[in-house]
């Protein structure tokens, strides 16, 4: 069997601004209650889409389910009360779709917004801005450090 080979993708600030600046400008058309962001990838874009859309509640939804390599088990950390109804629900990756499919469960009412999409989970997504191949792993800002690199010729 052969090894399915994947591709790295290392999303810079000003992409992620931008992209996440760009999906707030697909949701000013409702008056939205507030933002409930899905820690912790959901909490950069719901503190920029709480600047853009000028919104301060903000509360987040707690669910592990990665670790910098893999997606593992689900486990539910932190919930908010109430169906979610008026509140953008927040993530940066809508990937296999299953944080997004436990998230909408426990808000089945709230609108799920994904600045990142990826097919397999993209139609659990109300709204995303930018798609990903599905065998693209993204390394988020958040989770790269900057560091020398050696020229192509180094003498």
Known sequence: MKAIQSTLYH???E???RDTRNLAQ???DKQWRGIIG???GGLVPAAILGRELNLRLID???IAS????AQGNMQ??????????GFLLVDDLVDTGSTARLARELLPNATFVAVYAKPQGMTLADYWQREFPQDTWIH???DIDYQYSKPLIDR
């Not at 990665?66 to 390599?69: G, K, L, S």
């Not at 950390?77 to 979610?84: A, F, M, R, Y």
């Open 38 to 40: 899905i820690a912790r």
């Open 26 to 28: 697909r949701l000013l």
């Open 11 to 13: 999303l810079s600030w």
């Open 140 to 142: 988020f800002p958040w």
């Open 76 to 85: 539910l950390l932190k919930n908010v009360p109430g169906d979610g109804e």
């Open 60 to 62: 987040t939804l707690c």
């Open 66 to 69: 990665y670790d910098h390599t």
């Open 15 to 17: 992409e992620l601004h």
